[in-house]
């Protein structure tokens, strides 16, 4: 009898100890907040606390993801969910995404500096820009050699 009492004291200590294992885990590793509004966001991202957010902005909906601190900076995962204003080239960065990362302790956008970001959608952004120029410069070709010819 006290033999099937210690091998049921074992088992339920090693139930126990795995419950605690699995649930240290998952806190560790897989558990994230959710903030339904900017300023808890930017909260945890001066933590640098793993937590998610979907910012519906005037002409984007944006996602956030913190996924914690790497190599001394804050790296988030950007992704645009909608574009729901501007021309339809703007369009084609829906669904894409990028990794970006912050200095710590910073509570900027992280779309607002892509030059701190990697990924398929800040060469959509890059390409929009470029286009934007082009379209500028072929717009203006008149006053920008006008322009050249004063500094010459």
Not at 55 to 84: P, Q, R, S
């Amino acid at each position: 009898m006290k033999n099937k009492k210690g091998q049921i004291g074992r088992f339920i200590l090693l139930f126990a100890v795995i419950s605690i294992l699995i649930i240290a885990i998952y806190f560790t590793f897989y558990f994230s907040y959710s903030c339904d509004n900017l300023a808890c966001f930017h909260a945890h991202q001066r933590e640098c606390s793993k937590t998610k957010f979907i910012n519906d902005a005037e002409d984007t909906i944006w996602k956030y993801k913190i996924l914690g601190e790497v190599n001394k900076a804050c790296e988030i995962e950007v992704e645009v969910l909608k574009v729901k204003q501007g021309n339809l080239d703007r369009k084609r960065i829906e669904n894409k995404m990028m990794t970006c990362y912050l200095p710590l302790g910073e509570d900027t956008a992280p779309e607002s500096d892509i030059s701190n970001c990697h990924g398929l959608l800040k060469e959509e952004l890059q390409e929009i820009i470029i286009e934007k120029l082009h379209l500028y410069v072929i717009e203006n070709i008149g006053e920008i050699s006008e322009e050249l010819k004063k500094v010459v």
